[in-house]
């Protein structure tokens, strides 16, 4: 088997510019392009609001309100593949029911406020 045959058997990679993102020289890991975007948009909603959450728990200098703030922002984030084992590493089912099981665990912490 040649080089090109063994490219066609296996998956495409992604590229580096598919797994990474550049600001201030900065390099940030890209959300998993895999994900539905529905759920997307869900974690991206608490995403938003942690890091809200965030910024006004500081500002009031409430370090229990920080620290809720950024489980969240950790939760989301971990269910977009930003965060924890690398998307490109892993099968889609398990990315899929990472992001599904991040977004339960951020609509239970809603439920429990």
Same mark, same amino acid.
């Given at each position: 088997m040649? =080089? =090109?045959d063994r490219e066609q058997d296996s998956p495409a990679e992604p590229?580096?510019?598919e797994r990474w993102l550049t600001i201030g020289g900065r390099r940030w890991r890209r959300t998993d392009p895999s994900l539905p975007d529905d759920l997307v948009r869900a974690l991206k909603s608490h995403l938003g609001r942690g890091r809200s959450g965030v910024r006004?728990?500081?500002l009031k200098n409430d370090d229990g309100a920080t620290a809720s703030a950024r489980v969240r922002v950790g939760l989301a984030k971990r269910g977009l593949g930003e965060r924890g084992p690398y998307w490109w590493d892993e099968p889609? *089912?398990?990315r899929l029911e990472r992001a599904r099981d991040a977004l339960r665990?951020? *609509?239970a912490l809603d439920s429990a406020n």
């Open positions: 040649n =080089v =090109v590229a580096d510019s006004s728990a500081k889609e *089912e398990t665990q951020l *609509e």
